[in-house]
């Protein structure tokens, strides 16, 4: 089966395949093509290239895409998308005055949404979850970080990371999977942390590795959660099982974490809003890609993470919607790259990069997704008729979206 897709107004983000990431300055630019085509077999972007020179390619299906921008599709590195009911008493809640860490202190919060999963059958919570899946793919979303951590006992992390494996096997987008099982201290263990990394080092990491159910590890760093300590030893654990760590980190307190997890060679530090020189520093020369996810600053009304300051230090962002119940009820792509910009003063070009090539980056998949690129995976977002693609994080809060194309397959 072959796709040709002909009078694009402009083609975005074209690249060759040695960019795996874009680097400060460099995120200003989005290579692009005007009144271009592309052309793609199977599962494949197999050619691109100006109109003119489009010259007898027969194609099983051809889409015109007059006045229309073509891009790749959103690489959303970090989700909790998998989780089960809601928290919108929480969200009515923080609205009356409490804080999100006063819902938390009072057993609200992760631990709240660890007790309605763990009485959800593993049925009932991947019809959950695919719903949102199939929401994400049509807001253009074709590859996604996907996170346990709100089952917090063996049998219930378990559960959600073979609910991640079912979707993987049974969705065209691609999945990649985070064990988060320091997500927050389980009620049961309450008074004994030291108990419950025992559990996650010596039972749930082996049993995860055994059935091959995590690509990634992830730890929330924070003060009331997991410690520097807690983290360099789940992150220490981790790596005998070659789970490379994304640890959350610096979302309500700057201490140390970014260092860590740098130190620990980490493919990604996610939310930064509150950033300390020394994490900038720390974050230099390293292959640890920053992730900001303005739609939880949003929705939480915290700091934005100062993106402007990180990509003018001279180093990558990653955008990112950390789709998840309590911060963040919305893995709508489109909405994190208009907030990037209108609130984190990120370019149109810097944001698309973000979300792009950058959150291919902070998956570990940016040598095939990410990027219009000869032998990539055919992952594509055709626009409606648009002025310019500055119009798309502009008019904020407007589908722009005329057809998604996953791994080949028009939606
Ligand atoms: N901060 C930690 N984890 C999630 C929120 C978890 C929750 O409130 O359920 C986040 O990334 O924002
Ligand atoms: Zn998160």
């Known amino acids: 089966m072959s796709i040709l897709i002909k009078n694009i107004k402009e083609l975005l983000q074209i690249r060759d395949n040695t960019i795996l990431k874009v680097v400060g300055q460099d995120m200003k630019i989005l290579p692009s093509l005007k009144n271009a085509y592309l052309l793609i077999e199977d599962d494949t972007i197999v050619d691109y290239g100006k109109m003119e020179d489009c010259h007898n390619i027969k194609a099983s299906k051809t889409i015109d895409a007059t006045g229309k921008i073509v891009l790749p599709t959103w690489c959303d590195s970090h989700t909790h998308i998998v989780y089960a009911g809601n928290r919108e008493q929480e969200f009515v809640d923080r609205i009356n005055g409490l804080s999100y860490e006063e819902i938390a202190n009072r057993g609200g919060g992760i631990l709240n949404s660890a007790e309605v999963l763990q009485n959800t059958s593993e049925e009932a919570l991947y019809q959950q979850s695919i719903k949102r899946i199939e929401q994400v793919m049509q807001m253009g979303t074709g590859a996604l970080e996907i996170k346990s951590g709100y089952g917090l006992s063996t049998e219930a992390e378990l ?80 790596k005998a099982f070659h789970l490379r760590a994304k640890i959350h980190v610096n979302q309500f307190n700057a201490f140390g974490g970014i260092a860590l997890a740098v130190k620990h060679n980490a493919l990604s530090v996610d939310h930064l809003e509150e950033l300390h020189q020394e994490d900038i520093d720390a974050l230099k020369g390293s292959n640890t890609m920053p992730v900001a996810l303005p739609s939880c600053s949003y929705f939480l009304s915290i700091p934005y993470t100062p993106g402007r300051r990180i990509i003018d230090a001279g180093l990558p962002l990653a955008l990112a919607s950390d789709y998840n119940p309590g911060s963040t009820p919305s893995g709508n792509m489109n909405f994190v790259v208009s907030t990037a910009c209108i609130k984190m003063k990120l370019t149109p070009e810097e944001a698309i990069n973000a979300a792009t090539i950058n959150g291919a980056y902070a998956m570990g998949i940016s040598n095939l997704y990410g990027s219009i690129t000869k032998g990539k995976k055919a992952n594509i977002i055709i626009t409606k008729k648009v002025p310019s693609y500055n119009f798309l994080p502009y008019a904020f809060g407007e589908n722009h979206i005329d057809q998604v194309i996953i791994n080949g397959q028009c939606l």
Not at 198 to 222: G, R, S, T
């Open 159 to 238: 559960k959600m990371l073979r609910i991640i494996k079912r979707i993987k096997q049974n969705f065209p987008l691609k999945i990649k999977a985070t064990f988060l099982g320091a997500h927050a201290l389980p009620k049961a263990y309450k008074n004994n942390k030291r108990g419950y990394l025992d559990l996650i080092i010596h039972e749930m990491l082996p049993q995860i590795a055994k059935e091959n159910l995590a690509d990634y590890v992830d730890v929330f760093c924070e003060k009331g959660y997991f410690s520097l300590d807690d983290t360099a030893k789940i992150l220490e654990a981790s």
